[in-house]
């Protein structure tokens, strides 16, 4: 997969070409640089998604706080869920895959992730510079970092199936689902840590907040309001 892996055509290739990726991973050819492309577009598309969150207060440092935060999400909720990843599919797959093998998957799926975040950056920033209401753009902000969230999900299973559970045997694939629950909500708690990706309209610049709570009251809370 020569084309696919160079690092101008990768986001397509990770969204399109997912069999030649996962053939790649599978024969263990080139991991080290799949990684680096596959790091590197997501880092670069998930701060591209914090610029356009950060725009809605039009305050240069909440532009630059949230084009950091994002990658820190994104990375930081994978760092700490990939130890579990990794030992759900040595000790569950019928075809378990080496340590390179595992961050080189789990990178592919995190760059998924941020690709499709960036894709709707500029829609979205439409949007929340026009109708300037902070809670629709927070819970836009939140539909989008869901949507992002659920294709890399799925290209993760995706490629577990294909790499390491090629019969789709049902016990693997509940492991497999316990680890997505652990990812979804770690991921969502460390959005609240990280907190605010938009800056308030009322306040003045914040690098972080209280924890006062956790994300999913919070997420009650702004739908019941």
């Not at 019969?167 to 693997?172: I, S, Y």
């Not at 991921?187 to 907040?209: D, K, N």
Request: net charge positive; charged share 15%.
């Amino acid at each position: 997969m020569h084309n696919a892996t160079s690092t101008l055509t990768f986001p397509e290739a990770v969204l399109r070409d997912e069999t030649s990726v996962l053939s790649q991973i599978g024969e263990d050819r080139d991991l080290g640089r799949t990684t680096r492309q596959a790091l590197f577009w997501g880092a670069a598309a998930a701060a591209l998604f914090g610029v356009t969150l950060g725009t809605y207060d039009q305050s240069w440092i909440q532009v630059a706080s949230s084009a950091v935060k994002l990658p820190l999400l994104l990375f930081g909720s994978a760092a700490l869920c990939f130890p579990t990843f990794h030992a759900v599919q040595v000790l569950r797959a019928p075809k378990a895959l080496s340590l390179a093998q595992s961050l080189a998957l789990q990178a592919t799926a995190l760059s998924s992730t941020a690709v499709v975040w960036a894709s709707f950056s500029l829609p979205l920033f439409f949007l929340i510079g026009t109708t300037r209401h902070y809670k629709l753009a927070q819970l836009l902000a939140l539909g989008v970092g869901a949507a992002g969230g659920f294709v890399g999900l799925a290209r993760l299973r995706a490629g577990y199936r294909k790499l390491c559970d090629p019969e789709q045997k049902r016990g693997t694939a509940k492991a497999l689902l316990l680890y997505f629950v652990i990812h979804a909500v770690v991921g969502a708690q460390l959005a609240w840590v990280l907190r605010p990706f938009i800056g308030s309209p009322t306040l003045g610049f914040e690098l972080f907040r209280n924890l006062d709570g956790n994300i999913f009251k919070h997420i009650i809370g702004m739908m019941g309001s």
